[in-house]
């Protein structure tokens, strides 16, 4: 099981998502088995922010001073999942996803939430064989997700 503890700093998320927890929490139950941990409790937070604030945590944690659409910050290298388990954290920039068509926000939203949760789970890109796999478990939890909402 999942849990996610949703914080907004950002006003205009309430114009794309009315029930911002509800959302993500649907997006979850939706993942593949693999990613459901049934019979385990694994949780990370995620802060909805915009570009000014995700700007200022990039420059203090990774010395980029520059927006970007998400940033994860896993708790672990390696994410051993056991009974009880932290994750990490997430940011998305409100600002990033709406330049997107507005019939597209809620999907380039999944697929940034996907990105973000696999980084907490121990996926990375910075080698190109690393990339390909983390692109190739990206595309099959989306395809579940999308698959099942319509």
Same mark, same amino acid.
């Given at each position: ?15 794309? +998502?009315?029930?911002?927890?509800f ?15 049934? $019979?385990k409790?694994?949780?990370?937070? +995620?802060? +909805?922010? $915009?570009?000014? $604030? ?73 080698k190109?064989?690393d990339?390909?796999?983390? +692109? ?15």
């Amino acid at each position: 099981m999942i849990k996610i503890n949703v914080f907004s700093e950002e006003k205009a998320w309430s114009k794309k +998502l009315r029930n911002k927890e509800f959302f993500f929490r649907q997006i979850c139950r939706l993942f593949p088995r693999k990613y459901k941990f049934i $019979n385990k409790k694994v949780s990370f937070s +995620l802060l +909805l922010s $915009n570009n000014l $604030n995700i700007k200022k945590l990039n420059k203090s944690f990774r010395s980029k001073n520059k927006a970007t659409d998400i940033l994860s910050f896993p708790c672990y290298k390696k994410t051993k999942i056991l009974k009880n388990t932290y994750i990490g954290d997430i940011i998305i920039s409100y600002d990033y996803i709406n330049k997107s068509k507005p019939k597209s926000f809620k999907k380039e939203l999944i697929k940034i939430f996907i990105h973000g949760f696999l980084h907490l789970l121990g996926f990375n890109h910075v080698k190109n064989n690393d990339y390909k796999k983390m +692109l190739k478990e990206e595309e099959q939890i989306y395809k579940s997700v999308i698959s099942k909402l319509n």
